[in-house]
């Protein structure tokens, strides 16, 4: 059994409760074992390091710290956020001179011996497609699925070293693999607008109705993503991005592990599909019934 | 021995941080220094005629300059020291510029390193003795590699110049990428109606021989001669009798394999003539995907040809050719754009190349000549240029300018509003760049006649939107994000260096720079020369290169062999390796390592071993001077003597500072 440290971010905690409760569900069901990093805080998000490149990496270096106590190399979040903070950070301090500015300010040094990766990447890299395949009892066929990694899970290529920073394919692999249609999405790592949605929601309805129109136009039933920021653009903001436009876009925006889950049978409770904001029974009820034996 | 010594100011160049008369004094106090002086411009007129007066009036035996680099002058002044009557090797030169004016700034120690370099000089010249060349006859013959418009126009000049020529192209036709092309620019004429009766005249020259589906082998010999071993590969078809009926072309049921000269845009039969112009106009299997060939039943082709020229069991065939002279006109290659993401590494169809697009527009192409997007034969009414996709882009590892696409892309533009009159074209570009004749009003053409719309700025992304691809980039000159539907995408990819192109390079001993194309002797005086004497460049295996620069240097080229080759006679260099037999002993070691297989062993009159010279091949390069155990090869005019007294010059044993 794979036994990772899972660093869940703040946003696990609030407004994407569901996809770290689907996180946790998926990864106990596909033998990944989740232990979490004690007394972790934040990444420092977005706002940190747009003041203070070192201070920036201290936060991060700080869980990478706790990961090291913890007597573990491998640590893993469902967020692009954190996880380009938390890499980013690792990656700065390849430099001696900027670890020990990081180390200043910490009251545990960090050693740097941590790598982080995306739930998805750890599903991709390290799970056996056979054994997810062999534990589907509820295949996706009859959904026709965008799958969106947003902007940040993939690049910096020589940062992130994940997939292909243009046109990643993890997630279209792992939806098929449960029996979904992909259809080619061709804007998967266009930026949804992130947190522009507060100081300037035009420029978000703008980029995320462009993800939706896409979306539409290729077909699908459906948007996965892996990020909570932009599910949240897409799928909280869909109204208000209807009403900007003057569209009516009715698509629902899953997380990946929820479909996941759904594919696996996993408990709808640990899934969360109601705290999504766009009704997604439509979208599921495309979804074949499997021939019953009973 | 009397020596006398120049100091040359070379303008500002070199006085300007060294103090040449005070250069001039201190060498008079070297041994055998019986004149020195300091001249403004040693290499000009009366600086050469100073020289000549100063060796008759002060009985002189040799000559050091101090000037600039001998890659420079060194003819000059040898044939200056020749024409006064002395040895050409009695001179010496010192480079007091590129290596100390041009890179210290600091006077006193500027000129302390030359009087240095002279002394070296000096010390050098003491110990020179006059060396003769030796005279031999060349083969009035030229290789011509490779038969695009360079390569066609070399072997026409040299052919009319009345050489032997022996043209070798890989390809089944010659013609290369000229004749894909459709129209050339800035005239719009037609490409094939320009090349073609230049490629029947190759076909039809009495002084020419062509071998086409054959690349070059190998070469050994040196220049005047070349012995050269041509591999002219199977094709299964007996050219002797083909009569290029097309018969077999027809009937063929393969046609799984894309067609290579219409760029991959449709398929060809498995047996196949190029194009309706091609040179020489023969039939030729594609042993890959003939059925014949693969599975061993089909033979279609031999049932139908009327004069029974297939033949399944040919083989290919090894040709050796001497000749004195060789012009190497391999081209280029197109830039694989598939290393570009964000334009989707091929996943949409009708993101094409400009030359696929040419093909598109040719009448002998697969449409016809009628312009249909790949992916679903409907035509296009916007049209996107993206300039610059594998030039100027460090990402890539092509940072340099590919020079011709900004050219070809104004005239693709023009075509279409020509073919489709409602059609709109965008060109995304840099900046422009077409600087030659006729050029830069020929793309004002394209945008103010033809209503071309030119953004500047590069294309971020590509994407599909129902049946149409957005294109989206910036305008740098409006400061704004730009996104164009489009119906179909045309990218001016840049060029690279050919396939090959470094393995030929070894060969021929011709150096590649970094990118692969093949470097030239001196790049403003000797631009199709190349440092292996009687191995000539033309066209863009040198750089890329449009047509007229091409021909241009096919020319060029072409004059380079006709002057060498009408000497009766050339001269060798003397500066090569000598075997002392007494002291070597036959171990042979000198011949494994001499590059150039310039040593072959002999036996003397007792019938022991040795090493000898072949004084042609000899390139002086010393590896078997230092590879000797015996010290028994000397490199005349190098030898270790000469090389010491240089050392000692510059840097005098300890030992003599112990003992005095």
Redesign the interface.
Known sequence: MLKIAYYPGCSGQGTSLEYDTSTRAVCKALDVELVDIPDWSCCGSTPAHTVNHVLSAALSARNLAQVESMGMTKATTPCPSCLTNLRTASHKMDDPEFKDKVNALLDVPCRNAVDTQSVLQVLAENVDPDLIKGKVVKPLSGIKIACYYGCIMNRPPEVMKFDHHENPMAMDNLMALLGAEVVPFPLKVECCGASYGIPRGDIVHRLSGKLLDAARDVGADAIVTACPLCQMNLDLRQGQINDALRENFRIPVFYYTQLLGYALGIDRAELGFEKLCVDPRLALGRIKQPQQAM | MRIGVFICHCGSNIAGTVDCPSVAATALTYPDVVFSTDTMYACSEPGQDAIIQAVKDKNLDGVVVASCTPRMHEQTFRRAVERAGLNRYMFEMANIREHVSWIGKTKDLNTGKASELVRMAVEKLRRNRPLMAKRFETTKRVLVIGGGVAGIQAALDCADGGQEVILVEREQSIGGKMAKLDKTFPTVDCSSCVLGPKMVDIAQHPNITLYTCAEVESVGGYVGNFQVTVRKKATYVDWARCTGCGLCVEKCPSRKMPDPFNENLCNAPSINIPFPQAIPKKAAINAASCLMLTKGKCGLCAKVCPVKCIDFEQKDELVNVDVGAIVVATGYDLFDWHKY??YG?G?YKDVITSLQYERLLSASGPTGGHIKRPSDGKEPKNVVFIQCVGSRDKSVNRPYCSGFCCMYTAKQAILTKDHIPDSQSYVFYMDIRSPGKLYDEFVRRAMEEYGAQYVRGRVA?I????DKLVVRGADTLAGTQVEVPADLVVLAVGAESAKGAVQLGEKLRVAPDQYGFFVESHPKLKPVETNTAGVFLAGACQGPKDIPASVGQGSAAASKVLGLLSKAMLESDPAVSRVNPARCVGCGKCIQTCPFGAIKAVQDRFGNPKAEVIDTVCQGCGICTVTCPQGAIQLEHFTDNQILAEVNALCPPKMFANFE
């Open positions: 993401p964000q590494e996943r992304m994407y599909p939107k129902g």
